[in-house]
């Protein structure tokens, strides 16, 4: 994978039950995208909490893992 290519999600980069391919931790895959969003927002100063809020939020998302409000 190229280091300036796009960040995208998807099952087969971090499946669950394949033993084969090492796991990668959640703040691993956050940090990512949290630095794809600066990358994308044309590495401005200022943004860095919304940034990684951002990023937290659809990590845990796409893998299920946000509480729901009951």
């Not at 200022?46 to 939020?57: V, Y």
Request: glycine fraction near 4%.
């Amino acid at each position: 994978m190229k280091s300036n290519s796009s960040f995208t999600l998807s099952p087969e980069a971090c499946p669950i039950e394949d033993t084969s391919i090492p796991k990668v931790p959640l703040s691993d895959l956050t940090s990512k995208r949290a630095c794809d969003l600066f990358e994308r927002r044309g590495r401005g100063q200022s943004h860095e909490l919304e940034d990684c809020l951002k990023a937290e939020h659809e990590i845990k998302h796409h893998f299920g893992l946000e509480r729901t409000n009951l």
